[in-house]
Every structure is written in structure tokens, then in C-alpha cells.
Nanobody
Framework: QVQLVESGGGLVQTGDSLRLSCAASGRTSRIYTMGWFRQAPGKEREFVSALSWSEDNAYHADSVKGRFTISRDKVQNTVYLRMNSLKPEDTAVYYC??????????????????WGRGTQVTVSA
């Protein structure tokens, strides 16, 4: 079992920055990839960013590339999502997820085994 707890969401204005955190606990040695997804009202949950646990390879969706950065603290088993130049279309609930294998690819939510409860990010115009 892996437990994930997100934090850091909030209400900001267009152009502001936020840093989300995801603290992982439990059997973290089994993690293959950590990812961030988001879901806006009435929309499907979509891929945002991912980080391979052993090699620290980072991946970002085209919609956030150049604005968002995923990183982690290996000692604290915490993954961060730094979000700069936020836009109203970034408004969503952001979820942290852990995959124990690469079976569906880092961008596919069906490949993730554990999920956090989410943290709300709201960007006002």
C-alpha cells in the first residue's frame, strides 16, 4: 500500500504561482512513476506531469510545458509541482498518483495504482 496526501492548492490570480506537494508513505520502494493529474468540472481527468521514481525523468503535458515543473525530495518521499504563470484554464482539482509499473505509460491515468484525495486550484481572471 502507498498513501498519498496532497497540499498547497488555493485561490490565486492569473499570472501567479503555486507549489503543490504530495507526500508519499507506505511501500514507497515499489513506486515506478509519480504523476500529477487534474480534473476540471465536467471534464475528464487529464495528465499534467510525471516523474520516473528511479531516474528522475520528467514529463509534462503540452498545455503546461514551460510553466509547470515536477520535482521531488528523495529523503522526504515528496513530489512537488511548481506552477508558474497560472491561467484560468488551469483551474481544477489536482491529484497526485503513484504507479507501480509502466504498463500503460506515464500519461495514462489507468496505469496508476494509488491516488490522493486531491487539492483545489482556482485561478481567477
Amino acid at each position: 500500500q502507498v498513501q498519498l496526501v496532497e497540499s498547497g492548492g488555493g485561490l490565486v490570480q492569473t499570472g501567479d504561482s503555486l507549489r503543490l506537494s504530495c507526500a508519499a508513505s507506505g511501500r514507497t520502494s515499489r513506486i515506478y512513476t509519480m504523476g500529477w493529474f487534474r480534473q476540471a468540472p465536467g471534464k475528464e481527468r487529464e495528465f499534467v506531469s510525471a516523474l520516473s521514481w528511479s531516474e528522475d525523468n520528467a514529463y509534462h503535458a503540452d498545455s503546461v510545458k514551460g510553466r509547470f515543473t515536477i520535482s521531488r525530495d528523495k529523503v522526504q518521499n515528496t513530489v512537488y509541482l511548481r506552477m508558474n504563470s497560472l491561467k484560468p484554464e488551469d483551474t481544477a482539482v489536482y491529484y497526485c498518483a503513484a504507479a507501480l509499473s509502466p504498463r500503460y505509460g506515464y500519461y495514462n491515468k489507468d496505469g496508476y495504482d494509488y491516488w490522493g484525495r486531491g487539492t483545489q486550484v482556482t485561478v481567477s481572471a
